[in-house]
């Protein structure tokens, strides 16, 4: 089994910064790629940053230049400068990720638990 756990959302005044954290653990064969998803109230889901594994680092426009994605190892960050009010949303984790089952490589995308993030005016 795999698990992702996040941590560091709040409540934050605009103009100030978060720093989202994402662990997974479990029976890994290899991570494919890591990222980060937000859904706003009545929205979809839709991704803020990601990371594929040997790619380039993708960022949703309206993020580009405020938020960083960094990964060490298992776990993924999102550094969230400069906040508005209209960031405000549940942010998931995702990541991609191989298992070894029965000598077979299963490829399957994980999510977090969500965490909620709130900037204020």
């Known amino acids: 089994q795999v698990h992702l756990v996040e941590s560091g959302g709040g409540l934050v005044q605009a103009g100030g910064s978060l720093r989202l954290s994402c662990a997974a653990s479990?029976?890994?064969?290899?991570?494919?790629?890591m990222g980060w998803y937000l859904q706003a109230p009545g929205k979809q889901r839709e991704l803020v940053a990601a990371?594929?594994?040997?790619?380039s680092t993708i960022y949703a426009d309206s993020v580009k230049g405020r938020f960083t994605i960094s990964r060490d190892e298992s776990t993924v960050y999102l550094q969230m400068n400069s906040l508005k009010p209209e960031d405000t949303a549940v942010y998931y984790c995702?990541?991609?990720?191989?298992?070894?089952?029965?000598?077979?490589?299963?490829?399957?995308?994980?999510w977090g638990q969500g965490t909620q993030v709130t900037v204020s005016s």
């Open positions: 995702n990541a991609r990720i191989a298992t070894k089952q029965a000598m077979r490589v299963i490829i399957n995308d994980y």
């Open positions: 990371m594929p594994s040997g790619g």
């Open positions: 479990g029976s890994i064969f290899s991570i494919n790629a």
